[in-house]
T-cell receptor, first 112, second 116 residues
Framework: NAGVTQTPKFQVLKTGQSMTLQCAQDMNHEYMSWYRQDPGMGLRLIHYSVGAGITDQGEVPNGYNVSRSTTEDFPLRLLSAAPSQTSVYFC???????????FGQGTRLTVV | AQSVAQPEDQVNVAEGNPLTVKCTYSVSGNPYLFWYVQYPNRGLQFLLKYITGDNLVKGSYGFEAEFNKSQTSFHLKKPSALVSDSALYFCAVRELYGGATNKLIFGTGTLLAVQP
């Protein structure tokens, strides 16, 4: 039972590079979200999705894009990385019948 | 807009003593409240939740939390702390309005340090 899987676990980017953080869940959950965790700021919601083909912005969406073409996958794209995007990124999912979310192990991203 | 406040950046407690990690929230409707724990270099693990019913909620690893509507608080407690409880604890709130959404809003976290 894999749960929520994030790849990669670590990544270093140069300013201006692009990349995609992958998130996959095998629990057939409808709802998926991306958060970033920064010291002293807790977790802040970047984007979320309530089902395949439906996405919406969270608290800090600028600089990030998402898509949800399947129930299982919810990739997060950085089109032009900036040092301010250095953070730990978490993906989460839950299904309609449950209230608590399940989290991946995180991706630690450094932009230099 | 919904929000969560964890007023203490760090809580220090001796092993065997009771612990409390504080959380207050703000929502316009009925809250769903959660506690998560994060061990070093790991993701968040669900501890417990309040949805409705009994104000005292019991969760994993001997933790419990008390929902207080008048004080808009949801403090995390444990009668006897263990060194292995040392971790970062997050309180979170979700408000159900109209259709269900996944806007789970977190506090800034409280580092619990249990001394042997």
């Amino acid at each position: 039972n894999a749960g929520v899987t994030q790849t990669p676990k670590f990544q270093v980017l140069k300013t201006g590079q692009s990349m995609t953080l992958q998130c996959a869940q095998d629990m057939n959950h409808e709802y998926m979200s991306w958060y970033r965790q920064d010291p002293g700021m807790g977790l802040r919601l970047i984007h979320y999705s309530v089902g395949a083909g439906i996405t919406d912005q969270g608290e800090v969406p600028n600089g990030y894009n998402v898509s949800r073409s399947t129930t299982e996958d919810f990739p997060l794209r950085l089109l032009s990385a900036a040092p301010s995007q250095t953070s730990v990124y978490f993906c989460a999912s839950r299904d309609q019948g449950r209230t608590e979310a399940f989290f991946g192990q995180g991706t630690r991203l450094t932009v230099v | 807009a919904q929000s969560v406040a964890q007023p203490e950046d760090q809580v220090n407690v001796a092993e065997g003593n009771p612990l409390t990690v504080k959380c207050t929230y703000s929502v316009s409707g009925n809250p769903y409240l959660f506690w998560y724990v994060q061990y070093p270099n790991r993701g968040l693990q669900f501890l417990l939740k309040y949805i409705t019913g009994d104000n005292l909620v019991k969760g994993s690893y001997g933790f419990e939390a008390e929902f207080n509507k008048s004080q808009t608080s949801f403090h995390l407690k444990k009668p006897s702390a263990l060194v292995s409880d040392s971790a970062l604890y997050f309180c979170a709130v979700r408000e159900l309005y109209g259709g269900a959404t996944n806007k789970l809003i977190f506090g800034t976290g409280t580092l619990l340090a249990v001394q042997p």
